[in-house]
Nanobody, 115 residues
Framework: QVQLVESGGGLVQLGGSLRLACAAS????????MGWYRQAPGKQRELVAS???????DYADSVKGRFTISRDNAKNAVYLQMNSLKPEDTAVYYC?????????WGQGTQVTVSS
């Protein structure tokens, strides 16, 4: 069992930055692939970025060059640094942990980018 708690969301202006954090507890964090997903109103949840237990990163095309995912296994945490934010980045951002058949979601944190 893994519990995930996101933080760091908020309201930011066009071109601004935010850093999201996801704190994990309850299992061996280092074994899990971690991902950030987002869901805008009326849209499906989509992958933003992921980082494997070996540190391999993947990004959605829409955020490449602007967002950076990282993890700190000693702190059981994963981060999403978001720069050059755009209004289309507005969404609820969710943290996900998965390994084999095991899959866990956080409760989400709202990110709103104003123009």
């Amino acid at each position: 069992q893994v519990q995930l708690v996101e933080s760091g969301g908020g309201l930011v202006q066009l071109g601004g930055s935010l850093r999201l954090a996801c704190a994990a507890s309850g299992s061996i964090f280092s074994l899990y692939t971690m991902g950030w997903y987002r869901q805008a109103p009326g849209k499906q949840r989509e992958l933003v970025a992921s980082i494997s237990n070996r540190g391999v990163m993947d990004y959605a095309d829409s955020v490449k060059g602007r967002f950076t995912i990282s993890r700190d296994n000693a702190k059981n945490a994963v981060y999403l640094q978001m720069n050059s934010l755009k209004p289309e980045d507005t969404a609820v951002y969710y943290c996900k942990a998965f390994s084999g058949p095991y899959l866990y979601w956080g409760q989400g944190t709202q990110v709103t980018v104003s123009s």
